[in-house]
């Protein structure tokens, strides 16, 4: 089966010190540099998402509830939206880059595009260009971008799996929660 990595969100603003920090994520992103550098070859495509926010509108707030709405992050050209330096080693393995909600709230990779050959080509296009029929999803964070990417690439027809060492969530209760929701949608939860 023809597999793909797709690796979520592991930005500045959302590893320690970023502007929305989630506990771990810097650990993420040095444990998937680590994998590709022993899996890499495993793989058919490996691919990357970004949040890539201009004005998402109400996404962003300056009373943010953590729910719905979140403080300013990852806004397009700004060092808390780049990739961390952590994740050096696993951007060599990518082929393309997904960037999402320039004007929304967006927290599957489904939503973002990437330009190739000068055409604008969304998540689910590139993969089945590149007749991809399994997806293993990793990055930040469980409960959001990372649940939200898994589901999108099990509604797309794809065997989907979730590689939990290789994530961090906002919250131990929300992340249960999200694990338990992904295995009932039939996706593997691995770790």
């Known amino acids: 089966m023809r597999t793909a990595l797709i690796v979520v969100d592991v930005q500045n603003d959302f590893c320690e010190g970023g502007n929305l920090a989630v506990e771990g994520g810097a650990g993420v992103a040095r444990r998937i540099t680590e994998h590709l550098a022993e899996h890499g070859d495993s793989y058919d495509a490996v691919v990357a998402t970004a949040d890539w926010h201009i004005d ?11 729910r719905d709405s979140w403080p300013v992050h990852c806004e397009a050209g700004t060092i808390g939206a780049e990739f961390h330096p952590g994740l050096a080693g696993a951007l060599d393995h990518v082929q393309a880059v997904f960037r999402k909600g320039e004007y929304e709230a967006a927290y599957s990779g489904f939503e973002g595009v990437t330009e190739d050959d000068g055409r604008k080509v969304t998540l689910q296009e590139w993969l089945a260009e590149h007749q991809i029929e399994a997806a293993e999803v990793c990055g930040i964070a469980t409960d959001y971008c990372v649940r939200a990417t898994a589901l999108d690439a099990s509604a797309a027809g794809l065997s989907t799996t979730v590689l939990t060492h290789l994530t961090a ?16 949608a039939g996706i593997t939860v691995a770790s």
């Open 56 to 66: 998402p509108g109400s996404h962003w707030s300056d009373e943010p509830d953590y």
């Open 169 to 184: 969530g906002v919250a131990p209760d929300s992340t249960e929660a999200t694990l338990v929701e992904l295995d009932k």
